[in-house]
């Protein structure tokens, strides 16, 4: 069954530092990979979107991603953290089987703390 | 524009209340969804709409009703809710119901059952 692992699940980093939220899959072939962010009491944001090809690149707000096959990996990844990127950052994996084709099985969910 | 809307943003009800809460989104996406968030969860599936008809229901108690009136709108009636019942309610749409359809969420109502 295909499924979503976020191992971290509370990080604190200093604004102006690098970060990594980690998300590791489970799934045969290639997998439909989302990473939404989630401020408090707001809906979810799209951040990126992984679907084939290419195994790095960026989306809105600096952040970067990056798909490692051998890993099973879909890493997200920040140079710079600024302190209006505190928020809650779910990694997702897209179904792709029969009547559920499209559904969303989503990680626990990394929350990200910055100090100043 | 990749803009979802619901309302209310807010809502409290007692447990012998009906309400419904409303969803729109005007990007002509034919799939749309209900989710239900409790705190510190990743929100959990109840309802998904193809082309305005129920495609799934997670097993969703009948205390939750979903309409899909037209293409643009989805509602979730509310009847005879329980205070476990209190989360965060978030709608979803996407272009097709397929395994490359990227969901794009409204920011949710927050439901207080009392």
């Known amino acids: 069954a295909q499924s979503v692992t976020q191992p971290d699940i509370h990080i604190t980093v200093s604004e102006g530092a690098s970060l990594e939220l980690r998300c590791n899959y489970s799934?045969?072939?290639?997998?439909?990979l989302f990473w939404y962010v989630q401020s408090p009491g707001q809906g979810l944001q799209l951040l990126l979107k992984?679907?084939?090809?290419?195994?790095l690149f960026q989306c809105i707000k600096g952040f970067e991603a990056e798909f490692k096959r051998s890993q099973s990996s879909f890493n997200l990844r920040k140079p710079s953290v600024h302190w209006s990127d505190a928020a809650e950052y779910f990694c997702?994996?897209?179904?792709?089987?029969?009547?559920?084709?499209?559904?969303?099985?989503f990680g626990k969910g990394t929350k990200l703390s910055v100090k100043p | 524009d990749t803009e979802v809307t619901q309302t209310p943003k807010h809502l409290v009800m007692g447990m012998t209340n009906k309400k419904s809460l409303k969803c729109e989104q005007h990007?002509?996406?034919?799939?749309m969804y209900w989710y239900k968030q409790k705190a510190k969860k990743p929100p959990e599936l109840m309802f998904v709409?193809?082309?305005?008809?129920?495609?799934i229901n997670e097993s969703v108690p009948s205390r939750f009703s979903p309409e899909c009136p037209n293409s643009s709108l989805l509602n979730l009636h509310l009847h005879a809710l329980q205070p476990e019942d209190s989360a965060l309610y978030l709608c979803?749409?996407?272009?097709?119901?397929?395994?490359?359809?990227?969901?794009?969420f409204g920011p949710g109502t927050r439901l207080l059952v009392l």
């Open positions: 992984y679907f084939s090809g290419d195994t």
């Open positions: 997702a994996v897209a179904l792709n089987y029969g009547g559920s084709q499209g559904n969303l099985i």
């Open positions: 709409y193809s082309y305005e008809k129920l495609s």
């Open positions: 990007m002509g996406h034919r799939a």
């Open positions: 799934y045969g072939a290639t997998p439909y």
């Open positions: 979803a749409s996407s272009q097709e119901l397929a395994v490359a359809g990227t969901q794009y």
